[in-house]
């Protein structure tokens, strides 16, 4: 069974900076993209970033420029680095894999961007 681990959420001033790290275990699985959602308060989730084995790299527009996408295949993780976050930014933030068996989730991490 292969999980996502997300870390490194928390409570951030707007204008500061926050990493957030997701890593594979279990399974070693290949993942054809790895990416990063998130779910404001009351609201759907939404895509916020992805990046696919090649290397192509999507960001959705409210985060474009701010944030960046990275992955280390050899460690099977992928990082989101959060510059300049801002009220809106607030939300929990889920991992997402697409492995040959299907999309993998992982539980979330709480970002809470202060004023």
């Known amino acids: 069974q292969v999980q996502l681990v997300e870390s490194g959420g928390g409570l951030v001033q707007a204008g500061e900076s926050l990493k957030l790290s997701c890593a594979a275990s279990?399974?070693?699985?290949?993942?054809?993209?790895m990416a990063w959602y998130r779910r404001p308060p009351g609201k759907q989730r939404e895509f916020v970033a992805g990046?696919?084995?090649?290397?192509?790299?999507k960001y959705a527009d409210s985060v474009k420029g701010r944030f960046t996408i990275s992955r280390d295949i050899r460690k099977n993780t992928v990082y989101l680095q959060m510059n300049s976050p801002i009220l809106e930014d607030t939300a929990v933030y889920y991992c997402n894999a697409k492995s040959p068996y299907g999309d993998i989730w992982g539980q979330g991490t709480q970002v809470t961007v202060s004023s």
């Open positions: 990046i696919i084995s090649g290397g192509n790299i």
């Open positions: 279990g399974r070693p699985l290949s993942f054809t993209a």
